[in-house]
Nanobody, 124 residues
Framework: QFQLVESGGGLVQPGGSLRLSCKAS????????VAWFRQAPGKGRRGVSC????????KYADSVKGRFTISRDNDMDIVYLQMNNLKPEDTGVYYC?????????????????WGQGTQVTVSS
């Protein structure tokens, strides 16, 4: 069974950094686009970033541009989300998702697998 497992979340002070990882089991991510979503307390899930299979196409939500960096290592079958200069409004559960196709398109389109999520809390 294809599963995604996120790791790297935690508690960090404003201005700090975290790196989230998304690892696949039971299959490979190498041929598919991968998107990160977050769900803030009391709100719906919103797209944060997406990377195509070859890393040629990368997208970010306006709220994280310049602070977050998505990358992938297809040999290791891992996708990362490096988060710098974190703000309290970045707090939430972060989910890794696999898309059905190699390209990102819209954040919400063509997702077939979700990870279980990892909590990120930005607080002093």
């Amino acid at each position: 069974q294809f599963q995604l497992v996120e790791s790297g979340g935690g508690l960090v002070q404003p201005g700090g950094s975290l790196r989230l990882s998304c690892k696949a089991s039971g299959g490979t991510l190498a041929r598919y686009a991968v998107a990160w979503f977050r769900q803030a307390p009391g709100k719906g899930r919103r797209g944060v970033s997406c990377i195509s299979d070859s890393s040629l196409t990368i997208k970010y939500a306006d709220s994280v541009k310049g602070r977050f960096t998505i990358s992938r290592d297809n040999d290791m079958d891992i996708v990362y989300l490096q988060m710098n200069n974190l703000k309290p409004e970045d707090t939430g559960v972060y989910y890794c998702t696999k898309k059905k196709y190699s390209m990102c398109a819209s954040f919400d389109l063509d997702i077939d697998i979700w990870g279980q999520g990892t909590q990120v809390t930005v607080s002093s």
